[in-house]
Each structure stands twice: as structure tokens, then as C-alpha cells.
């Protein structure tokens, strides 16, 4: 058996960390020690991490899907948090249909950790 159980971000300010991402995703991730907090995004843990180091962020984008992206993207223009990156010549931080057919858009967290949100029911599997 094979699953992916836990993604860890680098944060630089854990308790800041947490009040973001709880007010991005409605949900604020709990402390568990270690300089870390998690949050149970539907069978992975989504982890915080503050090592007391500069963050690096992650390499590519975390994605998310979400039942009510409207909410999800007015949480995250709240935020100032929407990127300003275009993807595939649309405006990433914008709510739209992706070629490959996922509704979703991008923003960044404090930390330059890449985020994505996706519509259920339009998330592309590559099937």
C-alpha cells in the first residue's frame, strides 16, 4: 500500500501560520509541538513548520479542493494573498476554468508558498 499522509510547509512565524491559514482555509491547524501545527486536509495532514530558520518554500504549488471556491477566493483576496502570476494566459489569482478543466485559482502565503484551490467536482486526475 502506498498514501500520502502529511505535506509540510515552512512557515517563519508558526502562530502567525496558524492564524492565516485559518482564516484562508476556515479551519485553524492545531499545535502539536515541535515548532509544528497540523491541520487533517480530508486524509493528509497539511503540517506547519517553524524551525526558527529563514522558510523555504516549497517547490511547486500545494493544491486544495474546496466545495465553495467563491468563499474560499474571497477569503484569500481578504488576505491579499491572490498571485499575480498568470497560468496557462489567465490571471492566476483569478476564479477560472483551467484548460484541463479544474475551476480553481492560485495564491501565495506570507512565506512564498505556492497554493492552488480547486472546485470539487472538477479536479483532473489525468483519467
Known sequence: MLRLFRVTLEVGDLEGARNYYGALLGE????????????DCGGVILTLLSTGDAPK?????VYFEVD???ACHRRAAELDCLTQVEVHGEA??????????????YAE????????FVQTGTIFTGE
Not at 57 to 61: A, C, L, R, T
Open 28 to 39: 485553524r491547524p492545531h499545535p502539536v509541538g515541535g515548532g509544528r501545527a497540523y491541520l
Open 57 to 61: 518554500p516549497g517547490p511547486q504549488d
Open 109 to 116: 502565503d506570507p512565506w512564498g508558498n505556492g497554493l492552488c
Open 92 to 105: 492566476g489569482g483569478a476564479i477560472v476554468t483551467r484548460p484541463w478543466g479544474e475551476r480553481s485559482f
Open 68 to 70: 465553495d471556491l467563491e
